[in-house]
């Protein structure tokens, strides 16, 4: 069912990469999806840094036929201004996700002048503190909105180890401030949908290949993508998704471009 579709959409963290290190297969995969004449585009919810970032590392690493690559950072600042209007936004994460918040717009405020927020955007945030974490959960508790690139709480790096992610630090503001999150990268529909107009297709005409059930299937799915599990160390998937491929050789079988 894979050998019909002309574009895949896949997830970056988890199933391109883990970490710096491309997982086994990807990139030979990848280059034949291409060869083949098939359609490709990148989704990750990272919070750290923007599609053009994230397609520099990828041509480091050797993928040159990744042009359209995509994070919440295409869209959040955007996101803000049409839910909430110009907005002093604190941000909690990294100096990419800020830059981009003030080009849509919006005043910075920092954590000694929490209660001037009126938007509180969470990102994965390495330089956290108490202070930090505070300041956004008494914004948030005193009505600012909590946005919020993805809920995922783990970053998967080299070697099977992990991070903890943004949606951990998330969790920590809203439990703290009594609060729902609002989402804007995956599951929610916007990056998939401009993955789909970037590549020119229709839903039905496209896969999405990740790793995460809820933040890649589920979001696919809602959208009318078909679904590919990536499950490496396989466990009990069965009907988790269209597809389920242990490995990037199994995908490029199914996808009907020859062994990789």
């Not at 359209?68 to 803000?80: D, S």
């Not at 209007?85 to 604190?90: F, M, Q, T």
């Not at 401030?177 to 804007?184: D, F, L, N, S, Y």
């Amino acid at each position: 069912m894979l050998a019909d579709l002309q574009g895949f959409v896949f997830d970056l963290d988890g199933c391109v990469w883990n970490g710096s290190v491309l997982n086994t297969g990807a990139g030979e995969v990848l280059a034949a999806l291409h060869r083949h004449g098939r359609r490709l585009a990148f989704l990750s919810n990272n919070s750290r840094a923007t599609g053009r970032d994230l397609r520099e590392q990828l041509h480091l690493l050797g993928v040159t036929v990744a042009e359209h690559v995509l994070t919440p950072l295409e869209i959040i600042g955007e996101f803000i201004l049409e839910r909430f209007g110009r907005s002093r936004v604190l941000v909690i994460g990294a100096e990419e996700m800020a830059a981009v918040i003030e080009k849509a717009g919006h005043e910075l405020t920092d954590p000694a002048r929490y209660r001037d927020a009126t938007v509180v955007a969470v990102g994965n945030d390495f330089d956290l503190t108490y202070e930090r974490l505070t300041a956004a959960s008494r914004a948030a508790a005193a009505g600012a909105p909590l946005v919020t690139p993805n809920l995922d709480p783990r970053l998967p790096i080299e070697g099977g180890d992990f991070l903890p992610g943004c949606g951990a630090i998330v969790e920590a503001v809203a439990r703290a401030a009594g609060v729902q999150p609002i989402v804007v990268g995956k599951p929610e529909p916007p990056l998939f949908r401009i993955a789909l107009g970037r590549l020119g297709l229709p839903a039905a005409a496209a896969a999405m290949v990740g790793d995460s059930l809820v933040s890649d299937i589920g979001g696919a799915r809602a959208v009318g993508m078909r679904t590919v599990l990536y499950a490496p160390h396989g466990g009990e998937v069965t009907g988790a998704a269209d597809v389920v491929v242990h490995s990037f050789g199994e995908l490029a079988q199914l996808a009907g471009v020859g062994r990789c």
